[in-house]
């Protein structure tokens, strides 16, 4: 009998422990109401540092496109500059053959040559409007210039 006094007492005494120490006490409204606050400023932490991060990432990129852009506009002002000194050099060739020329033939090269000094002039207004900043967008101007590079190459064949 006493074992079965002990047994009992101890089965008594651990079912008492594990009913009270399985019970969490319910919170208080205040108590989550703290931790609710506390989870959303841990969030707008984290919103906040990833915002920066992007808007990081994006002046990064900005400025990565940005040199691009400006190293393509040097090339494409250079490219522009020998189209320039093709046409000067075909300008001189065109003044020395009037020289010689009559009737039909010098008004050929009399038009030729006004062809060419007006693509020379269109030119001349494509690299002032790219060194002084581009009032329309790339695509478009390098559209443009690239049709009077076409249309100089045709009149510099003939």
Do not use: H, Y
């Not at 075909?90 to 009399?110: F, H, M, P, S």
């Not at 790219?130 to 695509?139: A, E, N, V």
Request: with cysteine; glycine share 2%.
């Amino acid at each position: 009998m006493k074992k079965s006094l002990i047994a009992l007492s101890t089965a008594l005494a651990l079912g008492m422990f594990t009913l009270t120490s399985c019970e969490e006490k319910p919170k208080s409204a205040e108590e989550t109401l703290a931790d609710a606050k506390q989870e959303a400023r841990e969030e707008k932490a984290d919103i906040n540092e990833d915002l920066q991060e992007a808007k990081n990432d994006a002046s990064e990129k900005r400025a990565e496109v940005n040199a691009e852009l400006k190293e393509e506009e040097r090339e494409f002002l250079a490219k522009m500059q020998t189209q320039r000194d093709n046409i000067d050099a075909e300008l001189k060739q065109i003044d020395a053959k009037l020289d010689n020329a009559k009737g039909e033939e010098k008004a050929r090269w009399e038009a030729r040559k006004d062809r060419l000094e007006k693509r020379k002039d269109r030119i001349d207004e494509n690299m002032t409007e790219l060194k002084g900043g581009l009032k329309r967008d790339w695509k478009s101007f390098k559209s443009d210039v690239e049709k009077t590079f076409d249309d100089i190459k045709k009149d510099l064949k003939n």
